[in-house]
């Protein structure tokens, strides 16, 4: 079975990068559509970014639109989010996920694999 399992969060400040990654074991990772999806305290998970088999589609919220970049490397079976200009309201836990197959990037029930989250924090 597919297991994704994040890494690179951590604490920075405002305006700072961060670098997370989703490294992906079992079925070839380029066989699925991805995705990541954040969660702060008290609220629901929302979307963030996604992007297709091969890496040709990308989606993003509108909250980070132009600061974030999801990419992927097949070979790697590993998908990356790129997050510029870090807020403190990006603050959450972030968690990548697969999708066999989906209709919509932007809804989390359409992933059938998720990773166990990665904390970022930005301080203001």
């Known amino acids: 079975q597919t297991q994704l399992v994040e890494s690179g969060g951590g604490l920075v400040q405002a305006g700072d990068s961060l670098r997370l990654s989703c490294a992906a074991s079992?079925?070839?990772?380029?066989?699925?559509?991805a995705g990541w999806f954040r969660q702060a305290p008290g609220k629901e998970r929302e979307f963030v970014a996604a992007?297709?088999?091969?890496?040709?589609?990308?989606w993003y919220a509108d909250s980070v639109k132009g600061r974030f970049t999801i990419s992927r490397d097949n070979a790697k079976n590993t998908v990356y989010l790129q997050m510029n200009s870090l807020k403190p309201e990006d603050t959450a836990v972030y968690s990548c996920?697969?999708?066999?197959?989906?209709?919509?990037?932007?809804?989390?029930?359409?992933?059938?694999?998720w990773g166990q989250g990665t904390q970022v924090t930005v301080s203001s």
């Open positions: 996920a697969a999708a066999t197959m989906w209709h919509s990037p932007y809804i989390s029930s359409e992933y059938d694999y």
């Open positions: 992007i297709s088999w091969k890496g040709g589609s990308t």
């Open positions: 079992g079925r070839t990772f380029s066989t699925y559509a």
